[in-house]
């Protein structure tokens, strides 16, 4: 019987790693290492320790969103 042939498949996988943008990995600063020597000081750099956390947060959402992770 010709014509009656069967084609094998095979099936091949190969590994790859998948990794995020670098801007979703760079560390996330301080904006500063000293304790600030006056109130008025501190308060003047609420902001400052406030844009810095959001920032750091924002990457992580990033990271969990590029994963697709599911915010709780």
Same mark, same amino acid.
């Given at each position: ?6 084609? &094998? ?48 947060? &924002? ?5 969990? &969103? ?7």
């Amino acid at each position: 019987m010709s014509g009656c042939t069967t084609t &094998e498949f095979v099936t091949e996988y190969k590994e790859r790693k998948v990794l995020p943008p670098s801007a979703y990995l760079t560390k996330c600063e301080q904006p500063y290492s000293t304790a600030p020597e006056t109130y008025g000081e501190a308060v003047a750099r609420d902001p400052i320790w406030y844009e810095a956390w959001k920032n750091c947060a &924002e990457k992580i959402d990033s990271l969990r &969103e590029y994963y697709g992770y599911e915010a709780e």
